[in-house]
């Protein structure tokens, strides 16, 4: 009994595992074109609702910033 329960529980795990598909509820991406004057905190500041430096960091991360410099015309995706 317990056998043929737990085959059943693996099919269904299996069952939903392939029916998942990926959440569209983050929305699109949302890009920000750098302008003269703006940092990486000012940026952060603008698009980030929380923690500034969190948003930092996911803007550093996101984009493969080697540091802290960005360009006028630059293209960032942010949170």
Same mark, same amino acid.
């Given at each position: 009994?317990? =056998? ?7 099919? +269904?795990?299996?069952?939903? %595992?392939?029916?998942?598909? $990926? $959440? $569209? %509820? ?8 750098? *302008?003269? %004057? ?7 500041? *603008?698009?980030? $609702? =929380?923690?500034? *430096?969190? %948003? ?5 991360? *996101?984009?493969?910033?080697?540091? +802290? ?11």
């Amino acid at each position: 009994m317990f =056998g043929k329960f737990l085959v059943l529980l693996c099919a +269904a795990a299996l069952a939903v %595992g392939l029916a998942a598909h $990926s $959440s $569209s %509820g983050a929305g699109p991406k949302q890009i920000y074109v750098v *302008r003269p %004057g703006d940092t990486l905190w000012s940026v952060a500041e *603008r698009t980030y $609702s =929380g923690d500034p *430096r969190q %948003g930092v960091w996911q803007i550093e991360q *996101r984009n493969h910033l080697g540091g +802290a410099t960005i360009t006028p015309g630059e293209k960032l995706v942010v949170p």
